[in-house]
Nanobody, 125 residues
Framework: QVQLVESGGGLVQAGDSLRLVCAASGRTFISRYAVGWFRQAPGKEREFVAAINRNSGTAYSADSVKGRFAISRDNARNTVYLQMPTLKPEDTAIYYC?????????????????WGQGTQVTVSS
């Protein structure tokens, strides 16, 4: 069974930075999956943030964070990261990482097979 654990969230001020970590545990080899980050703010639907594919490491990001957030992976450490500099109050949400076997349409939540429990990010103004 694939187990994903997010960490690195917290309460920060606008303009601060956070790095979220998605770690695969047990017998999961994260190198076998494309991995994405999604977020869900109170009262809103879950939305795509960024994804990175399995093989070439090509990254994709939503327009709302493009040029600001960066996704990367370290397969040797079984880990995927989301670097979030210059945070804004509108970035406040629960952030989830997810793994996709198919690796297609990574901006769609239904493309993912496994999900972590999420980590809270709160940005105060």
């Amino acid at each position: 069974q694939v187990q994903l654990v997010e960490s690195g969230g917290g309460l920060v001020q606008a303009g601060d930075s956070l790095r979220l970590v998605c770690a695969a545990s047990g017998r999961t080899f994260i190198s076998r999956y494309a991995v994405g980050w999604f977020r869900q703010a109170p009262g809103k639907e879950r939305e795509f943030v960024a994804a990175i594919n399995r093989n070439s490491g090509t990254a994709y990001s939503a327009d709302s964070v493009k040029g600001r957030f960066a996704i990367s992976r370290d397969n040797a450490r079984n880990t995927v990261y989301l670097q979030m500099p210059t945070l804004k109050p509108e970035d406040t949400a629960i952030y989830y990482c997810a793994a996709s076997q198919g690796g297609l349409r990574l901006y769609v939540a239904s493309s993912y097979d496994y999900w972590g429990q999420g980590t809270q990010v709160t940005v105060s103004s």
